[in-house]
């Protein structure tokens, strides 16, 4: 490197150390940050990621032409349900309907069940709305509504799109094994539901 | 002014569910060697692995289902160390039972596991983190046993699986004479 260049680099350096600007390092300033709070609210506990798995792992079970429905309907059933718990905030929802599809979702993986079209778009339309309503309950008056629905249904896209491919391209090995160990997970969701919905009935009839 | 201390991490909430979950099975041995036995006798041939993982958590739930409710399934501690020795026994004895005998087996042990488990969950911080985390562990148990069991496929190895179930239900008697109360 020239000297000349070498000074006109320093000093340009210098000049932009000496004039310092605020730095961001999160978005929360530039009116982003409901949109990541949308993308990792769901993400933040099991409630979510449990149920969007063994939904996932069940479109890689289906016929294909069924499966992409789903990626198109199951956000857009979450915006649905997050615009719900704007109109009517106060509705009841049973916590027992959430883990009643967890089991549904997850015994229909355990069987390896082929369902019905309606069956199984019905199920995946009905996972989305209660929990776009679940995630859109978390918004407050601050909350920039806007953009925690669409980070909420972004990351519920890509969830469940990711997960469905790698469980297809877990499959397209051939082996038998293979297809046992992602109903076996679909066993163990079950499992949990089945557990927590006798929670939720101990907690409901106090003993 | 009086201070009192900090703590960052408080121990409630949903990783602490999860961990104290995923704990569960690891820290009890009883129930670790047993899940494990669990995948060593799935080697017995390849019906039994395919089946007992998918089988083994919806009984397990069951049982899950009964620790919850807060119903008193009596002889649980005892009927766990006895699954370890049962267990222990068939893998190293090479027992090979007919795969209905083997699941049902399996099933009445899974109860007892599933109610050991259930009974914590109702004190966990995060209920449904500590059933994901129980599953995880459980899981990762089974595929352990599978993995070993793979060695059963050369000589020395059938061996070494063989004493392992030994002393899995050498393990297994240790808790049953600790349940019974004749050692402490």
Redesign the interface.
């Known amino acids: 490197m020239k000297k000349e260049t070498l000074i006109r680099a320093i000093a340009a350096a210098l000049a932009l150390v000496s004039v310092p600007a605020s730095a961001d390092a999160h978005l929360i300033n530039t009116t982003l940050g409901d949109f990541y709070g949308g993308v990792l609210y769901p993400l933040?506990?099991?409630?979510d990621v449990?149920p969007w798995f063994a939904l996932a792992i069940l479109a890689s079970i289906q016929d294909p032409r069924n499966a992409r429905w789903l990626l198109f309907v199951f956000p857009v059933a979450l915006v649905g349900g997050a615009l719900l718990s704007v109109v009517t905030p106060a509705l009841f929802i049973s916590p027992a309907w959430n883990l009643a599809v967890i089991v549904v979702t997850g015994l229909a993986v355990?069987a390896a069940a082929k369902l019905p079209f309606p069956v199984f778009l019905g199920l995946g339309t009905l996972i989305a709305l209660l929990h776009g309503y679940h995630n859109g309950q978390a918004m407050t008056q601050d909350t920039d509504r806007l953009l925690f629905i669409c980070g909420v249904a972004a990351v519920g896209y890509v969830f469940v799109t990711l997960f469905t491919a790698l469980a297809i391209s877990f499959r397209q090995g051939g082996r038998?094994?293979r297809l046992?160990?992602l109903?076996?997970?679909g066993?163990?969701v079950?499992?949990?539901g089945?557990?927590?919905?006798?929670?939720q009935?101990?907690t409901a009839v106090p003993? | 002014m009086p201070l009192a201390p900090a703590f960052a991490h408080t121990g409630t909430g949903t990783s602490a569910g999860l961990l104290s979950g995923f704990m569960h099975p690891i820290t009890g041995v009883d129930h670790l060697v047993a899940m494990v036995a669990v995948g060593l006798w799935g080697q017995l041939g390849n019906p039994a692995i395919w089946i007992l993982p998918i089988a083994f958590p919806l009984v397990m739930a069951i049982g899950g289902l009964f620790g919850v409710s807060g119903f008193d399934l009596p002889f649980t501690e005892i009927m766990i160390a006895i699954s370890g020795i049962a267990l222990g026994l068939a893998v190293a004895m090479n027992i090979r039972p007919p795969l209905w005998a083997a699941a049902l087996l399996v099933g009445v042990f899974a109860v007892f596991h599933g109610y050991a488990h259930g009974r914590e969950l109702p004190e966990a911080a995060d209920p449904l983190a500590f059933g994901v985390g129980f599953v995880i562990a459980t899981v990762l148990l089974h595929l352990c046993g599978i993995l070993i069991g793979v060695l059963t496929r050369w000589p020395v190895g059938a061996q070494l699986v063989r004493a392992s179930g030994a002393a899995i239900g050498a393990i297994g008697g240790y808790f049953l004479l600790s349940a019974m109360g004749l050692v402490t």
Do not use: F, Q, T, Y
């Open positions: 933040s506990g099991p409630d449990v355990a038998e094994w046992i160990a109903r076996a997970s066993s163990w079950a499992a949990v089945v557990i927590m919905i006798g929670l009935l101990r003993m």
